[in-house]
């Protein structure tokens, strides 16, 4: 495991991140998914949930959580611990240290019975993940997303949800899914990030009695298979008892975060759609009153652009037609002056902005190891600076349409 | 001016308010490069019946509130948005219940959005063509949130508790109500909650706190604004029942959602016994409800709620509630449970570990939130329009006891105020 120190004073809190990677597989999801809910139910020290939470709570209320997401061509489990700097507070133990102890137990040592899993805890999570999964479809936008994301890369590990498929829990107890956590902790890259008013050789003697891993894990992510859109877009329709319809476009990008190219498509994806002075916004939105989002999202590691926007079902062909144009029009370089200056800055103003939350540096830390890149904000900054025009002409004629979503209601169903 | 020093927080708050009545707070945070700016009017979805002093009392259409914050953004020289981002400010707006607030954050330029967030807040520019373009968009809007079934199973709840206070009507309106607008009612209610007087400016980040409460106060010296006296804001008499104790919707859901609640007493509207009244059933409702509770774990184990379960305590001019509950398999076997749990704890009382615990967790929860330049502007002004202060929190919990939650838990939890709100999905959905 890889330990990264990010010390600063700004923040009252240390924030803890553990980021632990496998290449996405149809075999391997969804045990991988449901790990980290069963390793919430308790740890050797504190094996009842109850007492695994109080805990949490007598440690000023610690922040634990996970998150589990989609990198490239990776399935990713993060870990999260965030605490109140002691000087904050009275308190009899070092926070940092417990605070490591807890998580590296919460990972390594989670409650067990007869060699394995709690069959308690692993039957209750299986039903939260099953539930999870089809829970998706009570928040529209989200559902229309991830559609739109798993018709494109239908054949591709990609589709799969990180969550896992519901077909695969009845079949995992806890012995199977213990044995399929053991070895995703012997196969997966780990990498431990903190952050606060601390360093590392104050981390790292704590970070090695607290966690017990096993030797030889890879240290390295590989890069994400780039792939080319379809030669013609495909268009899927689906009906759904909802009012609004969803317009989601898939698309797919000619670099991704490790490419000298990457700052292109940055500013490219900032006046296609990110933000509300974009191109979508402006011509969707406020000229033509269709909606009240739309936008443009890039996904820097899979090379895949998004565009959503919510409208009117009788206006699919008129939203879609301006949504093209927009494509059109930068890939035929017209991008105005304003536009670019505009971009630039707002870019310029996230990148300086993470600087202030410490899970946004860790996170954007993170991006480096994913793609094998050494930048910073600063040089992310400078070489969004020095894109030009032709630049953003040139990684707009990479971006091709692959796939057109929309989601509307079922009235005149066939 | 005076400077407020918080030392165990390590932080410092300067406030002043301007001769035209503004209130200016800057909180400079040492070492972060971001500053966040918040400009708020009192003056949210529930104002609808008012008087301005010198005028008729009027009544305006549902939504109005958030339709004006929505054509605040429309200059006559263009979109808003576009000088922001010009200068590399990344802007925003929202409507509340009881606010209207507009807000910036940038990492460079600060002065210069500070003076485009106070100029383009106090230049209303509305136009019949500008207005009738927005009701399309606001649709839209509308139509988002009818389709998401959180908000429906939500603001159901508030539907079920009240008939009559405004905090019921959805906060964009409806689609007929919107578009009943026209710019003149935009500039009635502009002319009533804009003025200096109603507004209060919050900064902070990396900023120089001189310097920058001297730029403000030259901004707002170029600014002429006719004297405005006291705003009279009428609220509908609301009867201590319920409307309705159920209240039903159908949406394509996985599983049904259902939120509950007590309607009580709006209780004192504000200074310290207020925040002590909101903060008391917060560390209530958590003690009982929260993960680490027995009942919790209970709940979970039969299968009755998931992570979404969740509380909270809503309270406003005329108005107090809570709201408990996710999305579960049965909604009547939740409601039974938790009522039950409820009965019982007030019974038994909560024990004095529990609390304490509770109490500790809460603390924690609050410092961390510090961290977030965006939180601590947005409850320190809530605070403040309620008459505390935030960075007194900690001491407010200090000084809490177990008896006091107590008598909290038994003055809210009256079951004969209790409602439900249920989403359910229909046959053929998902």
């Known amino acids: 495991m890889r330990v990264h120190v990010l010390p600063t004073e700004r923040f009252k809190t240390y924030a803890l991140s553990l980021f632990i990677g496998i290449p996405l597989s149809e075999s391997r999801v969804t045990p991988v998914a449901l790990t980290p809910f069963v390793l919430r ?79 308690r805890y692993v039957e209750a999570e299986k039903t939260t993940v099953e539930r999870r999964i089809e829970a998706i479809v009570n928040d529209k936008i989200r559902y229309a997303a991830e559609r739109c994301v798993a018709e494109m890369c239908k054949d591709e590990p990609y589709r799969l949800l990180a969550l896992g498929r519901k077909e695969d829990l009845p079949g995992l107890d806890a012995a199977k899914l213990h044995k399929q956590y053991e070895e995703w902790l012997g196969s997966a890259v780990l990498d431990l990030y903190v952050s606060g008013d601390t360093s590392l050789a104050e981390v790292v003697p704590l970070v090695e009695n607290a966690f017990r891993l096993p030797a030889g894990s890879p ?196 | 001016m005076t400077v407020r020093n ?18 200016v707070f800057i909180l400079p945070k040492p070492g972060f490069t971001k500053t966040y700016a918040t400009f708020t009017t009192r003056y949210g979805s529930v104002d609808n019946r008012f008087r301005a ?25 263009g979109d808003v948005f576009a000088r922001f981002a010009s200068q590399g400010a990344s802007a925003n707006a929202f409507t509340s219940f009881d606010r209207t607030v507009y807000l910036f954050s940038a990492t460079g330029a600060v002065e210069a959005n500070v003076d485009t967030l106070l100029d383009f807040v106090q230049n209303p520019y509305f136009t019949d063509e500008n207005v009738e373009k927005e009701k399309g968009i606001i649709v839209q809007e509308i ?22 206070h405004p905090v019921h009507i ?30 209060t400016l919050f900064i902070v980040g990396g900023v120089d706190a001189d310097a920058m409460l001297e730029r403000i106060k030259a901004n707002q010296a170029r600014k002429t604004f006719e004297p405005a006296g006291p705003i009279e804001r009428f609220f509908p008499e609301e009867s201590a029942e319920v409307r309705t104790p159920r209240k039903e919707a159908t949406l394509p859901v996985s599983l049904p959602k259902c939120i509950f609640g007590y309607k009580e007493e709006p209780g004192p509207q504000s200074g310290d016994a207020a925040i002590r009244r909101e903060l008391t059933t917060k560390l209530m409702l958590d003690a009982l409800l929260g993960a680490s509770s027995p009942l919790y774990q209970e709940l979970y184990d039969d299968n009755l709620i998931s992570d979404s379960f969740g509380h909270e305590y809503n309270t406003g001019p005329g108005y107090a509630f809570s709201a408990i509950g996710g999305d579960t398999r049965d909604p009547d076997a939740l409601l039974a449970k938790v009522g039950q749990a409820f009965a019982q704890a007030a019974e038994r009382g909560i024990e004095e570990a529990v609390f304490e615990r509770t109490r500790r967790k809460r603390i924690g929860a609050y410092l961390r939130m510090l961290n977030s330049p965006e939180a601590i502007a947005g409850e320190y002004t809530r605070y403040y329009l309620k008459g505390g202060d935030l960075f007194k929190v900690v001491e407010l919990y200090e000084s809490m006891t177990v008896g006091e939650i107590n008598e909290r838990l038994r003055e809210h939890a009256d079951p004969s105020r209790l409602a439900v709100s249920i989403v359910r999905g229909g046959e053929g959905s998902a």
């Open chain 1, 41 to 119: 139910r308790g740890t050797a020290s504190y094996p009842e949930t109850i007492s695994f939470r109080e805990r949490l709570d007598h440690l000023y209320g610690a922040g634990f959580g996970f998150d589990l997401y989609k990198r490239g061509d990776y399935q990713i489990v993060q870990m999260r611990l965030d605490i109140i700097n002691d000087r904050f507070v009275s308190s009899d133990e070092s926070l940092l240290k417990e605070a490591i102890r807890f998580l590296g137990e919460a990972l390594t040592a989670p409650a067990l019975e007869d060699g394995h899993f709690r069959t």
């Open chain 1, 219 to 414: 240290d390295r992510y590989a890069p994400p298979e780039l792939r080319k859109p379809r030669s013609e877009p495909q268009t899927v329709v689906e009906r759904l008892e909802v009012g609004q319809g969803k317009l989601n476009m898939g698309l797919r990008t000619a670099s991704t975060y490790g490419d000298a190219h990457y700052p292109a498509l940055l500013v490219y994806n900032g006046i296609l759609g990110a933000f509300p002075h974009s191109k979508l916004f402006i011509n969707v939105r406020e000229k033509a009153s269709l909606a009240y989002y739309a936008s443009s999202r890039l996904d820097g590691h899979k090379g895949l652009l998004t565009i959503q926007s919510g409208i009117e079902i009788e206006n699919f062909e008129r939203a879609l037609g301006i949504i093209r144009e927009q494509l059109a029009a930068i890939q035929a370089g017209q991008i105005s002056v304003e536009e670019m200056e505009r971009t630039k800055a707002m870019l310029a103003n996230q990148l300086r902005e993470l600087q202030d939350s410490a899970y946004e540096r860790i996170s954007f830390d993170f991006n480096n190891v994913l793609s094998a890149t050494e930048r910073t904000g600063e040089s992310l900054l400078a070489e969004v600076e020095a894109v030009t025009p032709e630049q953003v002409t040139e990684a707009a004629r990479g971006v091709g349409l692959d796939t057109i979503y929309f989601l509307r209601d079922r009235k005149g169903e066939g």
């Open chain 2, 6 to 23: 918080y030392p165990k927080l390590q932080e410092t708050l300067l406030v002043a308010k301007l001769d035209n009545g503004l209130e």
């Open chain 2, 53 to 77: 002093a010198g005028h008729e009392e009027r009544r305006v259409p549902d939504g109005i509130a958030h339709f004006l914050e929505h054509k605040m953004f429309e200059e006559p020289e």
């Open chain 2, 143 to 164: 139509n988002m949130y009818r389709d998401n079934a959180d908000w429906r199973v939500y603001f159901g709840l508030i539907e079920a508790l009240y008939r009559n």
């Open chain 2, 170 to 199: 959805d906060i964009a309106g409806t689609p007929d109500s919107v578009r009943s607008i026209t710019k003149e009612m935009l500039y009635d209610c502009y002319r009533t909650f804009y003025h200096p007087s109603n507004m």
